[in-house]
């Protein structure tokens, strides 16, 4: 790791995924004051120049990475007081394009966007990964032209009871709910929910509750809700929010492409980060978790909200913008969830952020 980090002893760190396209140098390691939220960088480990996503093992001690490189590869790095330590060599997903990776039980589940497919790795007991991939291909496309010829999975996800896997597919606008394969082998598909046609599914997040989850479109400027059934393994629609200028302060010639959302811990709050307009919407769940509302919005203070954490408590709110290169976090207003700016870091090219 390049840079000091002599002097920080324990507390929160951040750890920064970046594009190596837009000057990233792998993951950027950062302290989170404990008092301001305020991030400050420690290092660089480098030697996977293209982390542009990230996650955490289940028991927060193993930090894995993939990027949208022609390598196609997932690594994994054990946390320490002095950084992050390699966990071997990096393993080939046994797809193109991998965009989102999520650690489930024993093993690392990859989304690959180009090749459009869900790939899984055996995790070993030190928590590396370990080849050959599993894979899963998805099968459809979509109306758009130029975004949807084929599948192109984007999110994979454990439900809240850990017992199904929901893949989202920007392809094929649907979410498929997967079993998994106890001797390892690719996951299998035990129901697909079809959603609007040309909404471009992105990422779907749970709501604290565990019988509702939030799905974030990319070509509309929408968020679907969904009741999760996790009995039956069945996530069906019952309504839709539009995200669409987040209050009409976007130009009307503006076209925007939300990319991710966030619920608080407590399940009062939806934050949604929308591109193209740069804004971070505020939806609060006052009424009920499957009804909820724009209420307030926030310049991103970047440009290209690709990503958003909740730090401890939900007292703040932290966004990577890819185009300008830089992290921003945000204080939370405890009533009514609205941010206000309070900070920013520079990071070149940042994909994700992630608090451990």
Same mark, same amino acid.
């Given at each position: 790791m390049d840079g000091a980090v002599g002097g920080y002893e324990g507390g929160q760190? %951040?750890?920064?995924?970046? +594009? #190596?396209s837009g000057g990233g140098r792998g993951i950027t390691t950062a302290a989170a004051d404990p008092v301001t939220g305020a991030l400050s960088v420690l290092g660089v480990t480098e030697g996977f120049g293209d982390a542009s996503s990230l996650a955490l093992s289940a028991d927060r001690q193993v930090l894995y %990475? #993939?990027?949208?490189? !022609?390598? #196609?590869?997932a690594a994994a790095y054990r946390i320490t007081a002095d950084g992050l330590e390699p966990l071997g060599q990096p393993v080939a997903v046994g797809g193109l394009g991998p965009v989102h990776l999520s650690a489930v039980g024993d093993r690392l589940l990859i989304a690959t966007y180009t090749s459009g497919g869900v790939s899984g790795l055996r995790l070993r007991g030190d928590g590396a990964p370990a080849g050959p991939a599993a894979v899963l291909d998805h099968r459809g496309q979509g109306p758009d032209p130029e975004r949807q010829t084929g599948p192109h999975a984007h999110y994979v996800t454990p439900d809240p009871t850990g017992r199904w896997v929901l893949s989202v597919d920007l392809g094929t606008d649907s979410v498929r709910v997967c079993a998994v394969d106890e001797a390892y082998g690719p996951l299998r598909v035990h129901t697909e929910t079809a959603l609007r046609p040309g909404s471009g599914p992105r990422e779907l997040v749970f709501h604290p509750r565990g019988d509702v989850a939030y799905v974030v479109h990319e070509l509309e400027a929408q968020l679907t809700v969904c009741r999760w059934d996790a009995e039956a393994g069945r996530l069906g629609q019952t309504g839709e929010v539009s995200l669409g200028s987040a209050g009409a302060r976007a130009g009307a010639d503006t076209r925007e492409y939300p990319s991710v959302a966030c619920v608080s811990a407590d399940g009062r709050f939806v934050?949604? %980060?929308?591109?193209?307009?740069n804004l971070i919407a505020t939806l609060s769940l006052s !009424?009920?978790?499957? &009804?909820?509302?724009?209420? =307030?919005? %926030?310049?991103?203070?970047?440009q290209w909200p690709r990503h958003l954490a909740a730090g401890p408590s939900d007292r703040r709110l932290y966004v990577s913008?890819?185009?300008?290169? =830089?992290?921003?976090? +945000? =204080?939370? =207003?405890? !009533?009514?969830?609205?941010?206000?700016?309070?900070? &920013?870091?520079?990071?070149?090219g940042a994909a994700c952020v992630v608090l451990a």
């Open positions: 760190r %951040a750890y920064i995924g970046s +594009f #190596a %990475a #993939a990027g949208q490189t !022609d390598r #196609a590869l934050w949604v %980060a929308i591109r193209g307009s !009424d009920g978790p499957e &009804k909820p509302r724009v209420t =307030d919005t %926030a310049e991103c203070g970047g913008n890819e185009w300008t290169g =830089d992290v921003t976090w +945000f =204080d939370v =207003d405890p !009533d009514s969830g609205s941010l206000r700016p309070a900070g &920013k870091v520079e990071v070149p």
